[in-house]
């Protein structure tokens, strides 16, 4: 299968939610609506062999007007090809649904995802901290913390080129 076959494919079914197509070192990339990303990635498993969840994770881009997001790497074991799939949130209502019924092994890493940037998966079966403690009142991954201390005294900037 080429890439633009499987476009053509997701293209037929899917036009309107399919807001970007193009492709990396060879890895076929889509950013799609939030709302559509369970029903394309079963249809990618059902029609088009991607059968194995390789990944998904959290992108915080918080300069950009697609701030938060989920990442999700699907991967054709029958012909060996990989597609990548982005769809993003907005930061007030990060919800998107759960991919737990396609691919069971997503249960643990939309809790990661949860857990580290506040993304809610609905009808995730158990969605709750897996790796912060429980009562923890923010998301780690989230950039939201400058990267420097603005109140130490004890570093010269002129050592660091400022």
């Not at 194995?52 to 007007?65: A, E, Q, V």
């Amino acid at each position: 299968m080429e890439n633009n076959e499987l476009f053509q494919n997701l293209h037929t079914q899917f036009h309107e939610a399919i807001l970007l197509e193009e492709t990396n070192h060879d890895i076929f990339t889509l950013v799609v609506e939030a709302s559509s990303i369970k029903s394309i990635i079963a249809f990618l498993k059902d029609h088009e062999n991607f059968i194995f969840l390789t990944d998904l994770c959290g992108i915080h881009y918080p300069d950009s007007d697609l701030e938060l997001g989920v990442i999700y790497h699907l991967h054709n074991l029958v012909e060996n090809k990989r597609v990548r799939i982005k769809t993003f949130v907005p930061k007030a209502t990060p919800h998107l649904d759960s991919i737990v019924e396609i691919f069971s092994g997503a249960n643990w890493m939309e809790r990661e995802t949860f857990d580290f940037f506040g993304i809610i998966f609905v009808g995730h079966p158990k969605l709750e901290r897996i790796l912060n403690v429980e009562f923890m009142n923010y998301h780690p991954m989230l950039k939201e913390y400058p990267l420097e201390d603005a109140t130490r005294s004890d570093k010269d900037d002129a050592f660091f080129g400022r």
